[in-house]
Every structure is written in structure tokens, then in C-alpha cells.
């Protein structure tokens, strides 16, 4: 970040602080104390009230009526719409502050609409998109779309729609995805009187040999499940009732892929950031996986996974 004083600032703004970078544009009635630093060329609009406590990236926009408070961090290319409202003490008193203050992160890229209401102490992922008037509760994923009271998450920025892969036909295929390491397979359903069958063998349907499984089901339909990548572990994910939409990320393409029968599995290779969302009541979704549970295997960090990846986060 850097440190000028060739920046713009409005007659009517006071502005405390010697910390704004070069092109930084602050406008009427808007206060920045003096212990806050502010990156290059931002945009504070009219009344916006900015604390001693307060990290502002580079090339950050800040609507009028937005208050950041002691703890609140935006990193580069955020935006924060019209009275959005932070928050940074869970249990406020009159007249009686906490020790230290609760961390608030919005990472980079991301935006939160007008009106939204966050609880002090959360993370904000990169690019996540925050729906205006949204009341956020818990951390958002990088990339998840949120919105309502309390927010949930409704989709994943640039993503294809999961319903373009509910057309799969039930015959024995594996289909590649936009996404690398990611293969949708398809079984054909062997139907008849006495019921439905659907077989996969090792080469024939299995990618690998499984050495685990485990069954995800009775998830609230708003829940979240995974959010992380795998350094080693290949799995292969089959809704084998109801359905879940599953987004799966190479960090560079990202996909929506709807698993809706027991005769579609999605092949996962190591080094794919994954989540499931989506539920339906009656969900219940086998993973088979490739190694015995390995904590050290698990990236959950999006920021660490890029650049596992080498993917340049600019």
C-alpha cells in the first residue's frame, strides 16, 4: 500500500490521518481518524466515518452512509454499497469496551450490497458477493453469492448454471468439465420389475479403489458443506437420493454441477476446491475416497489454495 498526500479531499471532509494513498478521492462530510490507513486510489464518498483501527486496501469503493469501526479490515478492489452496517463488539455496553476488538476481514475483490448487516468478527471471501440488505451471521466463502436474514448462500459468481448438466443420459460415459481434474460420470440404469440397479467396478465406472466412505445427509437446506480442496485425495461424489448442487474450482474455471440420480457420480481429482450446497430435505450423498482421513491432506484456505495452485491473485 502506499503512503502520499497527492490525494483529493473535499473542503467539507476531515481527514486526520497522514496514511492515503496517491489518487484516493474523499468526499463531503466524510472523517477518517488519524490512526487509519487508507491504499491508493479509493473512492469514500459522502458521510462515511472511518475509525483508528482500520486496514483499507487499494482501489477500494466505500458508498455514502458507511461507518468502519476499530478492527475492520478491506483488502484491494472491495466494495461496500450505501449504509452497509460493520459491527466489531458482540455484547456492547455503554461506556464499557472490550480488551480487543473483533477482526472483521472483507478479502479482496469482494462486495457488500447496501443495507447489509454484518456481526463483528467475520471473513468476507475473495469476490464473494453479499446481496444488499443481506444480515450476515456466519463467514462467507470465497466466490458464494449471499443473500436474506439470515444469509445464505444462493450461488457461486461466474459459475455455468447446475441446470446444464441435469440432461446427462443415463448410459455409461464419462464427460470432461470446463474444470480441470473434474469428470462427470454416467451409468445406465438397469430397470425391472423387481427395481433399479446401477453397478461400477474398478476400471469400469470407478476411477479408483476406494479406501473410505462416508454419507452426508440430513444437511439443512441453506448449510454449506466442504469448501476445501485435497492435496492427494481423489473422491468420487454420488447423490444416491434427492439432490445437491456441488461447484467445483481449478482456480481458474468454476462450474455448477446439479447431482440428481444415484446414475450420475462427479470424479474429483487432487487439487480441485470443492463445495456442496443445496440440499434437498431428502438428500443423501456418498463420497468414496481414495486414502484413509488425512487432516494434513485438507487445503481449506482459498487464499492458500491459489497459490498452491500458482494462480496469480491480482
Known amino acids: 500500500m502506499q503512503v502520499n498526500v497527492t490525494y483529493f479531499k473535499h473542503d467539507q471532509a476531515i481527514v486526520e490521518t497522514p496514511s492515503i494513498g496517491t489518487g484516493t478521492r474523499v468526499w463531503a462530510f466524510a472523517h477518517i481518524l ?8 479509493c473512492n469514500i464518498c459522502d458521510h462515511v466515518f472511518i475509525e483508528n483501527d482500520v486496514v483499507i486496501g487499494d482501489r477500494v469503493t466505500i458508498k455514502s452512509g458507511v461507518q468502519l469501526w476499530d478492527g475492520i479490515t478491506l483488502e484491494d478492489d472491495v466494495f461496500v454499497g450505501p449504509n452497509a452496517t460493520f459491527t466489531n463488539d458482540p455484547f456492547p455496553r455503554s461506556r464499557q469496551r472490550p480488551t480487543e476488538y473483533a477482526r472483521t476481514i472483507i478479502r479482496a475483490g469482494a462486495s457488500i450490497g447496501a443495507n447489509a ?3 463483528p468478527g467475520l471473513t468476507v471471501g ?6 444488499a440488505g443481506a444480515v450476515l451471521m456466519t463467514d462467507v466463502p470465497a466466490n458464494a453469492i449471499v443473500i436474506g436474514n439470515p444469509a445464505f448462500i444462493k450461488g457461486y459468481v461466474d459459475t455455468m448454471p447446475a441446470a446444464s448438466r441435469t440432461a446427462i443420459a443415463e448410459e455409461d460415459a464419462c464427460t470432461p468439465t470446463s474444470v480441470e481434474g473434474v469428470t462427470v460420470y454416467s451409468r445406465r440404469r438397469i430397470w425391472d420389475l423387481r427395481g433399479s440397479l446401477m453397478v461400477g467396478q474398478i476400471g469400469d465406472g470407478l476411477p479408483f479403489v476406494p479406501r473410505r466412505y462416508f454419507l452426508v445427509y440430513d444437511v439443512p437446506g441453506r448449510q454449506v458443506r466442504g469448501a476445501h480442496a485435497h492435496k492427494l485425495l481423489q473422491q468420487l461424489l454420488v447423490c444416491a437420493r434427492g439432490d445437491c448442487t456441488v461447484v467445483v474450482d481449478d ?6 454441477l446439479l447431482l440428481n440420480r444415484p446414475t450420475i457420480g462427479l470424479h474429483i481429482a487432487p487439487m480441485v476446491w470443492t463445495t456442496q450446497f443445496r440440499f434437498s430435505p431428502d438428500a443423501v450423498l456418498l463420497v468414496l475416497a481414495s486414502a484413509e482421513y488425512d487432516p494434513s491432506d ?10 498452491l495452485r500458482g494462480v496469480s491473485q491480482t
Open 34 to 41: 488519524a490512526g487509519a490507513r487508507i491504499g491508493s486510489d
Open 117 to 119: 448487516t454484518l456481526l
Open 126 to 131: 475473495r469476490n464473494a458477493m453479499v446481496g
Open 251 to 256: 482456480g481458474r474455471h468454476r462450474e455448477e
Open 298 to 307: 485438507y487445503i481449506s484456505n482459498y487464499d492458500d489454495y491459489l497459490r
